[in-house]
Every structure is written in C-alpha cells, then in structure tokens.
C-alpha cells in the first residue's frame, strides 16, 4: 500500500522554526530520510560568530543525523538556511529571503520557542508569542500553503486540571494583541516587574506565553489550514533515528541523568501521579502527520462547502501517554534501580538511587541529608586536594531546577485526546509503521532501558564498549559496597543516640 503521507510530502517546500533544535532536528532528519521532500527552509540564527551555514554543516557530526549521512551524503542540498530568528520584528528574516519563503513554501512548521521557566517576560513575549503572530503573518502571504502546524505544549492550559482539545482564553488575564502592545509600550525591566500580575494562575512565564501564542492561532490563523499540536514533556528517541539520543537536559531527562551518575538522590515527585512524557521521534512523527491531515482536511472543506459558513477555529492535537498505557514517575525510580548496574557509567560519584517526596519541608530536609551535607564533604576534600570546590554550588542548582518543575511532577493533570486518537485511527497501516506515533503500543521499559543507554552515550560520552561497561560494573560495586557500609553507620548511630539522650536529658534536668 502506497503511503499517503509520503506522496504528500513529495516535491514539496517546507519552512520550519527552531530546526536547530531537539524537536527540530528530529523533524528535519525524519524528512529528509523518509519522504521525498524537496527543500526544508530553516529559520537558524548565527551563534558565537558560527554562520548559519556552519550551524548546518554541523549537523554532519551530529548523531542524529548519522543513519542519514549513510543513506543519503548529499542531504544537505535539500536544506536551505534562512537567517533569521524569532524574537525579532519580522522574524529577521531579509526581504529576499521573505520573498523566496512567499513564492515556494508549502507547509509551514512552527517549533520554536524559548522552553526555559524561569525565562524573562519581555523574552518569553517576543520569541513564544509575538514570533508566532509574526509566523502566522508570514503563511497568511504564501499563496501556496497548504498546511501550518504550531507546536504548544500540553502544559500551556496547566491552570486546568482536565484539558480538553479546545482553547482556554478565559483563563488568560490580558488577549494576545493588549499584551503585545502592552510590551511595545513598556521597557524590558517594567514588563518583567509586572510578570505576578500579568501571568495570573499560571505558574511561570512558558506556559503563560505559550497560552497567549495558541490565542494568536485561534484568532489570526483561522482562516489559514491550520492546527495546533500539544505535546506532553519531550524526551530521548525510542527508536529512530536511533534508540536514546537526545543531546539536552531538560526537565525529567536532567533527573534521571543526575540518578545515574550519582550526583541527584531525592527530587520532588509525587510517584502516583502521571509523568506526561513522550519519545521525541514519536512527537517528530506527529507533526508531520498533522499537517498531512490538515492539508487533506483543508481540500475536503473547499470541496464539499457550497455556501460561505463561518471559519472554524483550527484544530487541537493533544499528545501525552494514554489513559491505556500511562507511564507514572515512580517508573523513573524504577528505571534507576533496574538499570543501575545494567547500564553503569564510569565517571558516576556514587551509587546511583532515588528517593522522591511531595511535601517541601521533607524534601527540604533530605536534600541536607543526601546533598548538602555530602557536598560539603567532597568540597573539603578537592580543597585539600588544591582543586577547585563545585558541589555545593551544583546542588544549588540541582535544587532550583528541580524546584521549577516540581509542580509538573506533583500535581496531576488529565487530557482528553479525540482528535488525536482520530488521526491515528484515519492513518494508513504503512504510514502508522513509517510515522510510528501511537503512543498505545510504547513499552516504556524499553523506552527507559533505551534512554538510559542514550544518556551514557550521547551525554555522558562514554562509548557502549564491553572495556567501557566492564570499568564501570566495578565501580558500581565498589560504591554499593561503601553505601552499605555508610547505611549501617548511620542507621547503627541512631539508637545509639537515643540511649545517649535518654542517658543525658535525665540528668541535666534532675
């Protein structure tokens, strides 16, 4: 059976944002591996006095790319760098450039955002929403377009506790288009001092923004064949290009690299609640299939519709594990106990573990036990060494980063995804094996067995040589032996303290 959303994507142009990241890359690869596209435009920005240019030529060395570089040497002539970037007035792009990406492209794919939490307001505006008001004014001036996909994130209703594949506006203090012009008008320092007020119920400038950009869509994408895909926490590939790659640490994957190396031991999670994550080539496999099923829709519209009826507003994809096979986070304590000494690593500090609490006074208190305390240990010892104290300072950031997540791991949220499970459904046999992306039939010990071995690979840089795992199995060993030793000192004190106090108290007040 031919495959339809192959031949969708035959010959033709596509113009993506944030193609230099995670979420980009894997699109991109995937792309150019399994369709016969004929250029992909990449919005990229020079970077430390690297060229756009250079920015793709490095791709060459990345791992990502390796199955392709195989397949096809050349894949590089089917990508063009548009300089520009998102956080500025029309998305910096040259007016030669706006005018090749009017008259060739087809298919829009909007990926880029800042991701960080703690991000600046007048930031977060610029890139996550006034770059989308700005992406979406570009499509509207391509005569050509047949689909536009804007990546969100499921989190950008996280004031909701059920979120349904609709939009929430009502839950926005300010539109969109007062907010932009609220940012025009204000300087970078009195538009961040502002942020309580103007964020409202929601927890931090991402998912703030994020909301304001799914209203930019709603309002001004409406016309245009449209859709908007929500996925949950992006993490490591499960299968394509290759098993566990992923080159960041953001949110859960920081956690579970910390576990094994040894350095993180408690974090804040509740272990019952779900742990909304999903494979990045599955995500990568998703945008792709929206904006096939987009571009059909739009034809079947403008085919069946007689008379004019109002626009409807463009279509939600919802994309977290499913109610059938969910995935909770005490499956990340899990993967570090079952994999600790299947998969050790030869630079970890200690014996890999992890404890989880949900109230922050515990949590507070574990962390000067398993952390703090340890960190200043180890900084006494490199002082003496003549070398150069670290860890309590890494901790420092280890709290924090872990403090800005935390809600997203306590708290429990509950997604409808009909539109989703339709998709999947409409889907060919042969494109639901090219764009694997039902999440149903994920086994998610594989999944953690393969990220796990991805982090060793691919962030730890150490090669899945036997030598490499054999080194790293001793010690293992060697520090689950001295983690015993120190269990049974302290948990062997504690009744000795007590006969002391109970030997001591008496006496002092007698």
């Avoid at 394509?240 to 790659?245: F, H, T, V």
């Avoid at 962390?367 to 309590?392: A, W």
Wanted: hydrophobic content about 45%; proline content about 5%; charged content about 20%.
């Amino acid at each position: 059976m031919q495959s339809q959303i192959q031949s969708f994507y035959r010959n033709k142009c596509v113009f993506i944002t944030g193609g230099s990241g995670f979420l980009g890359r894997v699109i991109i690869e995937k792309l150019l591996r399994s369709t016969e596209v004929n250029r992909i435009y990449v919005l990229i920005r020079p970077k430390k006095g690297v060229s756009i240019k250079d920015r793709i030529a490095a791709w060459n060395t990345d791992p990502v790319f390796s199955e392709l570089l195989k397949s096809n040497p050349k894949y590089s002539d089917h990508i063009v760098a548009i300089e520009g970037d998102c956080g500025f007035p029309d998305l910096g792009i040259s007016v030669e450039d706006r005018k090749l990406l009017v008259d060739q492209v087809q298919i829009v794919l909007h990926c880029a955002a800042t991701v960080r939490f703690d991000e600046r307001l007048n930031v977060a505006l610029d890139i996550n929403t006034r770059g989308t008001l700005l992406v979406v004014q570009l499509a509207k001036e391509m005569p050509r377009l047949e689909a536009f996909v804007h990546v969100s994130t499921a989190f950008s209703n996280c004031v909701v506790r059920h979120i349904k594949e609709v939009y929430y506006p009502d839950k926005l203090t300010c539109s969109f288009d007062k907010i932009l012009a609220l940012r025009e008008m204000l300087s970078n320092d009195l538009i961040d001092n502002m942020s309580p007020v103007l964020l409202g119920q929601y927890p931090n400038t991402y998912t703030f923004t994020k909301a304001l950009a799914e209203q930019v869509v709603q309002k001004e994408a409406s016309g245009l064949p449209a859709c908007i895909f929500r996925p949950g926490m992006i993490l490591a590939t499960l299968k394509e290009p290759i098993p566990g790659w992923t080159d960041n640490l953001y949110g859960p994957i920081s956690i579970l690299y910390g576990c094994i190396v040894g350095v993180l031991r408690v974090t804040l999670a509740d272990e019952n609640s779900r742990a909304h994550i999903v494979p990045v080539d599955y995500c990568a496999n998703m945008v792709l299939t929206t904006a096939w099923k987009t571009a059909a829709e739009n034809v079947q519209a403008k085919e069946t519709v007689i008379e004019k009826v109002p626009l409807r507003d463009p279509t939600i994809y919802n994309y977290v594990n499913s109610d059938q096979n969910p995935v909770k986070w005490r499956d990340f304590s899990n993967a570090v106990e079952n994999l600790r000494f299947v998969c050790p690593l030869e630079q970890m500090i200690w014996y890999p573990f992890l404890k989880t609490y949900t109230k922050l006074w515990a949590f507070k208190l574990a962390i000067l036990v398993y952390h703090i305390l340890p960190g200043h240990i180890i900084d006494i010892v490199l002082r003496l060494r003549g070398q150069k104290p670290r860890m309590v300072q890494m901790y420092n950031k280890i709290h924090k980063n872990i403090r800005k997540i935390s809600q997203f791991a306590i708290e429990n949220w509950t997604f409808d995804m009909n539109n989703t499970d339709r998709l999947i459904q409409c889907m060919s046999s042969e494109d639901r094996k090219l764009f694997e992306c039902d999440v149903n039939g994920l086994n998610w010990n594989e999944y953690f067995r393969g990220a796990v071995f991805g982090l060793r690979e691919y962030l730890a840089k150490e090669k899945p040589t036997e030598e490499s795992f054999r080194k790293a199995r001793i010690i293992m060993k060697r520090f689950h032996i001295i983690h015993r030793i120190v269990q049974l000192i302290v948990y062997g004190s504690i009744p000795a303290l007590i006969w002391l106090m109970l030997r001591v108290i008496p006496n002092l007040l007698f």
